[in-house]
């Protein structure tokens, strides 16, 4: 029986003095929807900490367009730090919303953020801290329907197993969609498994249960996933993609938060989707076509949410903002509107070859922080096999420019183990930084009081599905360990500072990332052996994954590190973002042959297939060139 709706805060009040940060348990922010009436009742649930998901735009485009429908409300949802979720359960105090403190074991629908691959035994953690049960099949008639969406949703089949249905692509559409329907069809008093198969007949959608795991010669040992006998489900689930970024709400982040988040700033999303096609990238391919939201509006939003929410940044959000045919105009207006408020307006990070002049001087406005770019490869043969599409040329303009327009400090990120990779290419990644270093004191000049730095980080390749890099397998951890050694010993100067990832967090995200619906197994064993919070690096133990491997009986060092033939049949298959596999195929061709490929939003198509699959084109609202 399903929890009743009810506040049980009084009963979570008592703990606040016990906890760190109690304020992430405080409801009532400047902004949130108070009304929560419905009848029909949603959470959303980021699962992570309140100052990390809270920022999360996506959450807030699922907050907004739910509430705005007639009888629904949509409560937030966040997972306690792990001294306040073992209080809870010492004092059998269930996960609870923001909003209402209820239940969320009470709430119709329940929707978890795939934020990332590190994040799925947070998912455990959350549901059993909840009181619902972790698999969908063990779910009663009057369990809530749990719902996935989100940006790691493209090899699902290892969380799966957690999940009724995961909406694949664009959510504002879709999930108002699929929340109709539930409270439609429970209201005529259908049954959990008639829902189900409606809900596998919306656009976008995929529900587990109506699959098997097929296993044969043509596929990996974890199989594939085919509709079921009868349960006319379709054999590929393509996303949803919203043709007309203009017509969503260009400012859905509406709540002031009380306590420091980690983006703790306006967000303003300026473009949807990324046609740069670089092969290691998955949010490259998965968020096609490339979809501009027009000027004016991004200009109008971010001057109303200043106003509203008093926040001194806004940045101006999407996976390569310099890359919007008005960027430049944009940042030109908002400086000149908003420099004598003190107000800094910010892009996460700069594309290289789109850093020119102008640029330069319009990022940051009046206040110079630092700035961000990602060559990713030490060499240009290897950013050619990952279509980079950077040259040395534009590394060393950009820094000019920024150093010549007030900029002191520089961030640089590359990758190590990418296909293809030697050791001249790890010994080239710290000569890059030695040269923009010595373009800094060329320009500033040097000494400490020029206050000239370059800062390196390097993360670890982990092949991601549905890129042209899905076949290849990652390095053995002595290999990582060695390169990394080499990078630390090619760099000999103390303004350059140089951080990596930990090789260890990497595999383990390899091996989510390319394992099937079987790795179930392995997550929910790594949660029973205490893992959750592992995307924090003091929370994370390799250890404990390394038992609960062995307990399975999975070797996480041959997953990762196996290569894939390109004809093979993959888990993740029946989901598609549109892109066909022919394109991929014939990208990781290319890769080999150091060839690299334009961006059809400056050239002509390349033929990857998700407009016409999808019916969608891309839209822009200026003029894209090749820079």
Same mark, same amino acid.
């Given at each position: 029986?399903?929890?009743?709706?009810?506040?049980?805060?009084?009963?979570?009040?008592?703990?606040?003095?016990?906890?760190?940060?109690?304020?992430?348990?405080?409801?009532?922010?400047?902004?949130?929807?108070?009304?929560?009436?419905?009848?029909?009742?949603?959470?959303?649930?980021?699962?992570?900490?309140?100052?990390?998901?809270?920022?999360?735009?996506?959450?807030?485009?699922? @907050?907004?367009?739910?509430?705005r429908?007639?009888?629904?409300?949509?409560?937030?949802?966040?997972?306690?730090?792990?001294?306040?979720?073992?209080?809870?359960?010492?004092?059998?105090?269930?996960?609870?919303?923001?909003?209402?403190?209820?239940?969320?074991?009470?709430?119709?629908?329940?929707?978890?953020?795939?934020?990332?691959?590190?994040?799925?035994?947070?998912?455990v953690?959350?549901?059993?801290l909840?009181?619902?049960?972790?698999?969908?099949?063990? %779910?009663?008639?009057?369990?809530?329907?749990?719902?996935?969406?989100?940006?790691?949703?493209?090899?699902?089949?290892?969380?799966?197993?957690?999940?009724?249905?995961?909406?694949?692509?664009?959510g504002?559409?879709?999930?108002?969609?699929?929340c109709?329907?539930?409270?439609?069809?429970?209201?005529?008093?259908?049954?959990?498994?008639?829902?189900?198969?409606?809900?596998?007949?919306l656009?976008?959608?995929?529900?587990?249960s109506?699959?098997?795991?097929?296993?044969?010669?043509?596929?990996?040992?974890?199989?594939?996933?085919?509709?079921k006998?009868?349960?006319?489900?379709?054999?590929?689930?393509?996303?949803?993609?919203?043709?007309?970024?203009?017509?969503?709400?260009?400012?859905?982040q509406?709540?002031?938060?009380?306590?420091?988040?980690?983006?703790?700033?306006?967000?303003?999303?300026?473009? %949807? $989707?990324?046609?740069?096609?670089?092969?290691?990238?998955?949010? &490259?391919?998965?968020?096609?076509?490339?979809?501009?939201?027009?000027?004016?509006?991004?200009?109008?939003a971010?001057?109303?949410?200043?106003?509203?929410?008093?926040?001194?940044?806004?940045?101006?959000?999407?996976?390569?903002?310099?890359?919007?045919?008005?960027?430049?105009?944009?940042?030109? %207006?908002?400086?000149?509107?908003?420099s004598?408020?003190?107000?800094?307006?910010?892009?996460?990070?700069?594309?290289?070859?789109?850093?020119?002049?102008?640029?330069?001087?319009?990022?940051? $406005?009046?206040?110079? &922080?630092?700035?961000?770019?990602?060559?990713?490869?030490?060499?240009?043969?290897?950013?050619?096999? *990952?279509?980079?599409?950077?040259?040395?040329?534009?590394?060393?303009?950009?820094?000019?420019?920024?150093?010549?327009?007030?900029?002191?400090?520089?961030?640089?990120?590359?990758?190590?183990?990418?296909?293809?990779?030697?050791?001249?290419? *790890?010994?080239? *990644?710290?000569?890059?930084?030695?040269?923009?270093?010595?373009?800094?004191?060329?320009?500033? $000049?040097?000494?400490?009081?020029?206050?000239?730095?370059?800062?390196?980080?390097?993360?670890?390749?982990?092949?991601?599905?549905?890129?042209?890099?899905?076949?290849?397998?990652?390095?053995?951890?002595?290999?990582?360990?060695?390169?990394?050694?080499?990078?630390?010993?090619?760099?000999?100067?103390?303004d350059?500072?140089?951080? @990596?990832?930990d090789?260890?967090?990497?595999?383990?995200?390899?091996?989510?990332?390319?394992?099937?619906?079987?790795?179930?197994?392995?997550?929910?064993?790594?949660?029973?052996?205490?893992?959750?919070?592992?995307?924090?690096?003091?929370q994370?133990?390799?250890?404990?994954?390394?038992?609960?491997?062995?307990?399975?009986?999975?070797?996480?060092?041959?997953?990762?590190?196996a290569?894939?033939?390109?004809?093979?049949?993959?888990?993740?298959?029946?989901?598609s973002?549109?892109?066909?596999?022919?394109?991929?195929?014939?990208?990781?061709?290319?890769?080999?042959?150091?060839?690299t490929?334009?961006?059809?939003?400056?050239?002509?198509?390349?033929?990857?297939?998700?407009?016409?699959?999808?019916?969608?084109?891309?839209?822009?609202?200026?003029?894209?060139?090749?820079?």
């Amino acid at each position: 029986m399903r929890l009743p709706r009810q506040d049980w805060y009084p009963r979570l009040e008592p703990l606040l003095g016990r906890v760190e940060k109690p304020s992430r348990y405080l409801d009532h922010e400047w902004g949130a929807v108070e009304s929560q009436d419905g009848p029909f009742h949603a959470c959303m649930i980021y699962p992570d900490v309140y100052d990390v998901g809270q920022p999360n735009l996506g959450i807030a485009i699922l @907050y907004q367009a739910i509430n705005r429908q007639e009888g629904m409300s949509c409560e937030r949802g966040f997972l306690p730090w792990v001294d306040m979720a073992d209080l809870m359960r010492e004092e059998g105090i269930p996960l609870l919303s923001l909003e209402t403190s209820s239940p969320v074991a009470s709430f119709d629908v329940v929707g978890f953020t795939l934020a990332h691959e590190m994040a799925c035994t947070n998912i455990v953690e959350a549901l059993d801290l909840a009181g619902i049960p972790l698999r969908a099949e063990e %779910r009663s008639e009057d369990d809530p329907v749990v719902f996935a969406g989100g940006p790691s949703v493209w090899n699902s089949e290892p969380v799966s197993p957690m999940f009724d249905a995961i909406l694949l692509g664009d959510g504002e559409e879709g999930l108002v969609e699929m929340c109709s329907l539930v409270r439609d069809l429970r209201g005529r008093g259908a049954s959990r498994s008639e829902i189900l198969a409606a809900l596998a007949r919306l656009d976008g959608v995929y529900v587990p249960s109506l699959y098997q795991v097929e296993v044969g010669p043509t596929t990996t040992r974890w199989g594939k996933a085919v509709p079921k006998p009868g349960s006319g489900a379709p054999r590929v689930v393509r996303k949803r993609c919203i043709p007309d970024l203009s017509a969503t709400d260009p400012l859905p982040q509406k709540i002031v938060p009380y306590v420091g988040l980690v983006q703790d700033r306006l967000a303003v999303e300026v473009l %949807r $989707g990324c046609a740069r096609g670089c092969r290691f990238c998955q949010a &490259g391919i998965t968020y096609r076509p490339v979809r501009e939201r027009p000027a004016e509006q991004v200009v109008r939003a971010a001057e109303e949410g200043l106003a509203r929410m008093g926040y001194d940044e806004v940045s101006l959000t999407s996976l390569s903002t310099t890359d919007h045919s008005q960027c430049a105009g944009m940042l030109h %207006r908002l400086n000149a509107d908003l420099s004598l408020q003190g107000v800094r307006v910010s892009i996460p990070s700069q594309r290289l070859d789109s850093f020119g002049v102008q640029m330069a001087q319009e990022v940051g $406005g009046s206040k110079k &922080g630092g700035l961000t770019f990602a060559p990713e490869a030490g060499t240009q043969r290897l950013r050619d096999v *990952i279509n980079k599409n950077v040259t040395e040329d534009d590394i060393e303009a950009a820094a000019r420019n920024a150093f010549e327009r007030g900029w002191r400090r520089m961030k640089l990120y590359f990758m190590i183990g990418l296909p293809t990779e030697t050791d001249e290419d *790890i010994v080239a *990644i710290p000569e890059v930084a030695q040269r923009v270093l010595d373009i800094g004191r060329e320009v500033v $000049g040097r000494g400490r009081k020029s206050g000239v730095s370059v800062s390196i980080s390097v993360a670890v390749f982990v092949p991601k599905a549905h890129t042209p890099f899905q076949w290849a397998p990652q390095l053995e951890l002595s290999e990582v360990r060695r390169r990394q050694a080499l990078l630390l010993s090619s760099t000999h100067d103390r303004d350059i500072r140089v951080s @990596y990832h930990d090789a260890e967090v990497s595999l383990v995200e390899a091996v989510l990332s390319k394992v099937g619906r079987g790795g179930f197994d392995l997550i929910l064993e790594a949660w029973r052996h205490g893992c959750r919070f592992d995307a924090w690096t003091d929370q994370f133990d390799f250890s404990r994954w390394e038992e609960a491997a062995r307990a399975v009986g999975i070797d996480m060092v041959d997953v990762a590190s196996a290569p894939l033939s390109l004809d093979v049949e993959l888990p993740w298959e029946h989901t598609s973002p549109g892109v066909s596999k022919g394109f991929l195929q014939r990208e990781w061709r290319r890769a080999a042959q150091g060839v690299t490929t334009p961006d059809c939003t400056m050239t002509s198509c390349t033929g990857c297939g998700v407009c016409p699959t999808l019916g969608v084109d891309n839209v822009i609202w200026g003029d894209r060139h090749a820079r």
